[in-house]
């Protein structure tokens, strides 16, 4: 996934409780699946960048060079510039990109 491409703001905005809380019914419950989201989407760029910086590993115990890569230096910034994954959640909810169910409610409907 492409973050950058994302519309997410990269500051903090504030946002209408009502809008957010439309389709659940529930703030509370809004906020949750955001939080969710927001954590699979941190772990998911933990992961990418692991593996991107993970090329410039250095098995070395020596302590008395430190490389200053332009790859590497230009990778962390890019990761520094994205937006919170916390901000990106809620774009993609509010953009009704978020896949949900309520579990109580569809096993009341099973019963």
């Known amino acids: 996934m492409d973050y950058k491409k994302s519309k997410a703001p990269v500051n903090t905005v504030t946002r209408n409780i009502m809008d957010l809380c439309k389709d659940t019914g529930n703030i509370y419950e809004s906020v949750a699946i955001i939080s969710k989201r927001a954590n699979q989407i941190s772990m998911q760029i933990k992961e990418d960048l692991s593996k991107k910086l993970a090329e410039f590993a250095s098995y070395n115990d020596s302590l008395e060079e430190v490389f200053e890569n332009r790859e590497q230096i230009e990778i962390s910034r890019y ?12 774009q993609e909810f509010v953009e009704k990109k978020v896949y949900w169910r309520d579990q109580q409610k569809d096993s009341q409907n099973f019963n």
């Open 79 to 90: 990761y520094e510039k994205l937006p919170k994954p916390s901000l990106l959640a809620t």
